[in-house]
């Protein structure tokens, strides 16, 4: 077989190695089938038999998911047997049965075209993926009326398996023993679709965007996936697949070693000590690291707990979430950022207007100041746990200060008076903001900020879309000269400050913020222990040294440049010193 080098989006970290596992049968077009007019009662009968072991194996799954991963995960599966309960659906099935002599399947794949359909002819990329997950339960109906047991046959593999698929959708996840999923490849399937949120969430290496591959990919074939690089390798000579599992094997040493050691709070070599905190999109993420390695969680995007819902969270259920992770952190500062949906975020019981340009219209806060309940109910509940712990809220799209004034006043409207108020900050991630800080820092307690968006806005390059990806360029010397101003202004007014976007967690990206003057970062857990014993080998002088030379050059390569060598050296030293104390 050929060897195939493809890239796509990555969506959950990690290399996988194993056997590539088409998860369906290439499928021709479908052939609607008829039936007579006397078979309709048994067709109806066999079509609800067939919801209902549907319903059955998923109410099972979502009781054994809640108890291993907890409820927020189980409860994508309470949305999926909501969709397989969904009148309007139900009646046009029935109806395409009983009226139009479509045989069960032939109504139900009808039925689920003409709403998904409906879906994807709406704006807005998550709402795509809405569509995949109203097809993924009605397709599990139409495996139980059809018996096909081919989809679930890889159930006793016991070889690791690399599944390719179509969609990815969250029974994929799910439709085979965890300890054999090595890897998913899929050629649709958004960052932040049910199915995305499982695969982080079981840790399997994951990637998206891969274009036909399920023509690409033969079955039995040796693929590699190294998902942190977004890459697919098919066709695998052993020579290949012994290096993909060599790294895999070295970077689970050189991980559990540092883990150990991430116990420590974080320095510099000189003993200038950085916040490391966690950003988290769920309690569910705190299964998955040690919790003890940072200093709190300094980003928790708090829109992930209501997408994965079929509905809004009343105010109780939104308290008893946060307070688990309050809990969890034990005192430790937990910020919760209010609901930052809009553009690719959406929510599928809250219907927004159509916008020509939804990343410059209504979100993050400018939905929280329309729709004033949400941002309120939202507050009210954070207020509420507060005796769980260190609470803080963060504003997310703050453009002008009167956004920051206009919720000020609208939560001293709101509450008793002699209610205490957490800590309440903005997040700097558009230019405007990050431009009249000095102003807006008089108005808040704390200040993060947001690189992957400030990115997005400054350069006007769409965060998401690969057609102007070679123009976001987080390390173009605009961009971290802005990062310079934002840190000075922060000194000046004495705004405690941290940066929570992707640059965070990055070493070169590290290395710039800490030279140049931040001293909290927000980074996703798996980078933790790595940041931490890089910044132990590095003096703070040089760093700030660099960081100026850096952001005075005249393009991003010149300025990686000076930052990766310094992460370079700074991560060979670390490898030297683990080496010299393991042997
Ligand atoms: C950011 O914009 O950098 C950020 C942390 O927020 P999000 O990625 O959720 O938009
Ligand atoms: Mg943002």
Avoid at 124 to 146: C, F, S, T
Avoid at 304 to 326: C, H, I, K, W
Avoid at 333 to 356: C, H, S, W
Avoid at 426 to 437: D, N
């Amino acid at each position: 077989m050929a060897r195939l080098e493809l890239y796509g989006q990555p969506v959950s970290p990690g290399i996988g190695t194993g056997s590539v596992v088409l998860a369906e049968q290439p499928k021709g077009p479908h052939i609607p089938r008829h039936i007579q007019a006397d078979q309709v009662v048994a067709a109806l009968q066999l079509f609800e038999a067939a919801r209902e072991r549907a319903i059955g194996k998923l109410s099972k799954v979502q009781a054994a998911t809640s108890e291993e991963l907890g409820i927020e995960d189980a409860a994508i599966y309470g949305a999926q047997i909501a969709i397989l309960q969904d009148p309007s659906v139900l009646q046009e099935i029935r109806t395409l049965i009983a009226e139009k002599l479509l045989a069960a399947e032939s109504a139900i794949q009808a039925a689920v075209e003409k709403f998904g359909k409906q879906f994807e002819q709406l704006e807005g990329g998550d709402i795509k993926n809405w569509a995949a997950d109203l097809r993924d339960p009605w397709h599990a109906v139409g495996r139980e009326l059809a018996m096909d047991s081919s989809v679930a046959s890889p159930m006793n593999a016991d070889q690791p398996i690399i599944l390719v698929a179509e969609e990815l959708v969250p029974s994929l996840v799910t439709r085979y023993p965890r300890e054999s999923l090595a890897g998913i490849v899929c050629r649709r399937g958004g960052r932040f679709s049910h199915g995305a949120v499982v695969a982080r969430s079981f840790g399997i290496p994951t990637v998206t965007g891969l274009d036909q591959i399920e023509q690409k990919a033969q079955p039995g074939e040796t693929a590699v996936v190294y998902a942190d690089k977004a890459c697919l390798l098919l066709g695998v000579e052993a020579e290949e697949l012994e290096a993909a599992n060599r790294r895999k094997a070295q970077s689970r040493v050189v991980q559990d070693a540092l883990r150990e050691r991430a116990l420590q709070p974080a320095a510099t070599a000189d003993g200038h000590r950085v916040a490391i905190l966690a950003n988290i999109e769920s309690p569910r993420d705190l299964g998955i690291f040690d919790t003890e390695v940072v200093d709190g969680v300094g980003l928790f995007r708090t829109e992930f707990a209501y997408m994965e819902r079929p509905t809004f969270p009343s105010v109780q259920e939104q308290a008893d979430l946060y307070r688990r992770v309050l809990e969890t952190f034990e005192g430790k500062p937990v910020v919760f950022r209010t609901l930052d949906i809009g553009n690719d975020k959406t929510l599928r019981y809250f219907t927004m207007p159509q916008e020509a340009n939804p990343a410059l219209g209504w979100r993050g806060l400018r939905l929280g100041l329309e729709w004033k309940d949400l941002l309120l109910a939202q507050i009210q509940a954070l207020i509420d746990c507060q005796d769980a712990g260190d609470v803080r809220i963060l504003l997310p799209m703050v453009t002008v200060i009167e956004e920051v004034r206009q919720v000020r006043k609208l939560i001293k409207n709101f509450l008793p008076a002699d209610t205490a108020m957490p800590p309440l900050g903005c997040m700097v991630e558009v230019p405007s903001a990050a431009l009249a800080l000095a102003d807006i820092a008089a108005e808040v307690d704390f200040v993060s900020v947001g690189t992957n968006d400030l990115v997005q806005y400054l350069f006007a390059v769409d965060r998401d879309n690969p057609w102007v990806t070679d123009l976001y360029q987080p390390f173009h010397p605009a961009h971290l000269r802005l990062l310079l101003h934002i840190a000075q202004t922060c000194k000046a007014t004495g705004t405690p400050v941290s940066v929570c976007g992707e640059m965070a967690g990055q070493p070169e990206g590290a290395l710039f913020l800490v030279g140049a003057g931040f001293d909290q970062l927000s980074v996703a857990p798996p980078f933790v222990s790595e940041l931490k014993a890089i910044l132990g080998q590095v003096q703070t002088q040089n760093l700030q040294e660099m960081a100026h030379q850096a952001a005075a050059c005249q393009n991003s390569e010149e300025a990686f440049e000076i930052l990766e060598t310094a992460a370079h050296k700074a991560w060979a030293q670390v490898v030297d010193r683990f080496q010299g104390c393991s042997g």
